[in-house]
DNA sequence: CGCGTTTGACCCGCGC
DNA sequence: GCGCGGGTCAAACGCG
């Protein structure tokens, strides 16, 4: 009897650690969705304006800065990052296992949260770069913006992963993903190929994880599949089965 | 004293 | 050409 208590205790454990984690994923799908819902008002009133001055590729910004160029991959997409921390929180550091050196701040027009700058601590021979500054909609998530790769591993032996950070191992052995306490971090889906860039170290970040998860179509559909069925209370135990699938990349 | 952070000044590209 | 605003520089400062 009390082996089945413990064995529930331990099910019911589980099943909150993957609500958390699919309610954070489902808050930043939600910020993705509002950032899209405006850059289609954009397009919408451009087509209105019946100004035929877009040229092909160009798609109209959410935010009308003029650095919006910047945004508009010639080659490149930034890898984008979201990190959960308290929102009365100001420390812009997010514990990536690369260590970097902050160089500038600045308060931008469009946020009134201020914009760090970092550069990879093993410049000028490393040329990544990181902005860090705190979601406008939710000041208890930090945009990390990366910019550039890492020509080195991560540098200090002493980073050890913590209940942000996950082991590709225990993923392809089918166990939950951890549980996301303190910072949570997700990537918005837009970054480069993730897996490929970070696959090489034996203990990758959930950040990075969560970044090649969210850019896989099969998953996000998973993940609304699994959303659907948590909220409607079907196939229970299928949504655990989605962490299982999510393995399979 | 060395290293990292802070912060005002400066640079540069873009739109008007 | 000018102003705006994001990005970078570098001197000053703080901390261990």
Aim: charged share 25%.
């Amino acid at each position: 009897m009390d082996e089945k208590v413990e064995t529930l205790q331990l099910e019911l454990q589980q099943v909150r650690e993957e609500n958390n984690t699919l309610r954070f994923m489902l808050e930043v799908m939600s910020i993705k969705c509002t950032k899209l819902e405006s850059q289609l008002q954009e397009i919408k009133k451009e087509e209105h304006k019946g100004t035929s001055s877009n040229q092909i590729g160009l798609v109209p910004n959410i935010d009308s800065n003029k650095r919006a160029r910047l945004e508009f991959p010639t080659a490149k997409k930034p890898l984008e990052v979201f990190v959960r921390t308290n929102p009365n929180d100001d420390n812009l550091t997010i514990k990536d296992g690369y260590q970097w050196r902050k160089y500038g701040q600045k308060v931008t027009k469009d946020n009134a949260s201020p914009r760090a700058y970092f550069r990879c601590s093993m410049a000028p021979s490393c040329l990544a770069k990181k902005k860090v500054q705190k979601c406008i909609h939710d000041r208890s998530i930090i945009v990390a913006t990366y910019d550039g790769e890492h020509n080195h591993g991560v540098p200090h032996q002493s980073f050890k992963p913590s209940s942000s950070t996950l082991n590709f191992s225990s993923i392809s052995n089918n166990k939950l993903p951890p549980t996301l306490n303190d910072k949570e971090t997700i990537n918005t889906g837009i970054c480069e190929d993730v897996m490929q860039q970070f696959g090489y170290g034996k203990h990758i970040k959930i950040e990075e994880y969560a970044s090649s998860l969210i850019k896989d179509s099969d998953f996000t559909a998973a993940l609304a599949e699994a959303v659907v069925q948590n909220i409607t209370g079907q196939h229970k135990r299928q949504g655990l089965n989605l962490n299982l699938n999510l393995s399979e990349e």
